[in-house]
């Protein structure tokens, strides 16, 4: 659907082009020089944090100065309600809006509290993603008619997405509420998210979902992972299909001290099950976990999460 939508069609051969011109080790420095970029930012972005600060104006987190908008706004410091929301929009655009709530949910922990995962989104959506953090949560929404414009709408005729806000659960800025224009860097970027241009993979360094998480090959990110201090906070749920050797049988014994050598190393179990005897395969697998956030908006659907 994505591919068919002729503005992104017209900004994907843009950046395709421009892409093809550039020699391959330029690309190569500048990919260098970007990733390091990221890095030396987002190490400021928590040192400020930590402090208390922003890293974009300087101010405190909890400040509010209303000449002087800023991303950290969506933290809600006193002062601040949904009528503030375009000071933001019109100095940020989407994605260093976006950029900015996913840093700040992986400051908490990396990718858990970032639902971008492509097989959970509304398909009538070109896109949605719900971020949490504390007890905050964040949700960008767009549809191919929200991309179109609204011809009857006199704030959404352009090109928009849609914001949503809760604190502690509740309303606090919902979808309806703005029509958010996306600007022309936006739409420089947006068909490289969609996958749409072939000379550009669209990643997060610090920002990473658990879409990017989950396309990891699965042994690669079983060796990353450390037990939950609890089921509910768990970013992933591990499953594990264990077949014993024919006419022979797994230990009770042995599955228990397994378990409990998982404590110990604060491992999953999954890990450590080549560790019994008489089995003959093991298929593990890999779903996002109960702390992940449902998307907001989307319409629920029995199918289940996705799994690796």
């Known amino acids: 659907m994505t591919k068919q939508h002729p ?4 900004y994907a051969i843009e950046a395709q082009n421009f892409l093809g011109k550039l020699p391959a ?19 400021e972005f928590q040192e400020q944090l930590n402090k208390g600060q922003c890293y974009i104006c300087g101010e405190k987190i909890g400040s509010f100065i209303k000449n002087k908008p800023c991303q950290h706004w969506l ?49 009538k959506k070109l896109f949605e993603h719900t971020i ?9 929404s767009c549809s191919e008619g929200d991309l179109t414009g609204h011809k009857f709408s006199f704030s ?3 090109p928009h997405y849609h914001f949503q806000m809760r604190i502690n659960s509740r309303p606090f800025i919902d979808y309806a509420n703005f029509h958010i224009p996306f600007t022309n860097e936006d739409f420089f970027q947006l068909p490289m998210m969609l996958g749409m241009v072939d000379k550009a993979k669209y990643t997060h360094t610090h920002g990473a979902g658990m879409q990017e998480m989950l396309i990891i ?40 001290d397994l378990f409990k ?33 449902e998307q907001a908006g989307r319409k629920k659907r029995e199918k289940s999460r996705p799994s690796i």
């Open 7 to 10: 503005i992104l069609q017209k």
């Open 217 to 256: 090959d699965p042994e690669t990110l079983l060796n990353s992972m450390q037990k939950a201090d609890s089921e509910a906070n768990g970013v992933y749920s591990v499953q594990t299909l264990v077949e014993a050797e024919s006419g022979k049988t797994l230990s009770g014994d042995e599955i228990a």
């Open 75 to 123: 933290l809600r410091p006193a002062g601040f309600n949904k009528r503030h929301l375009p000071l933001v929009y019109q100095k940020f655009n989407f994605f260093r809006i976006e950029s900015y709530l996913r840093w700040i949910a992986n400051s908490e922990i990396f990718a858990g509290n970032i639902n971008d995962i492509a097989e959970e989104t509304n398909p």
């Open 132 to 140: 949490k953090y504390k007890n905050f949560e964040w949700s960008f």
């Open 25 to 43: 080790d330029y690309i190569d420095r500048m990919n260098k020089k970007t990733f390091e970029d990221a890095h030396r930012e987002y190490k």
């Open 156 to 158: 959404g005729r352009s």
């Open 261 to 293: 050598k998982s404590k110990e190393l604060n491992v999953p179990v999954a890990k450590l099950i080549k560790e019994l005897k008489n089995v003959v395969s093991a298929t593990t697998f890999i779903t996002p976990g109960p702390r992940v956030p």
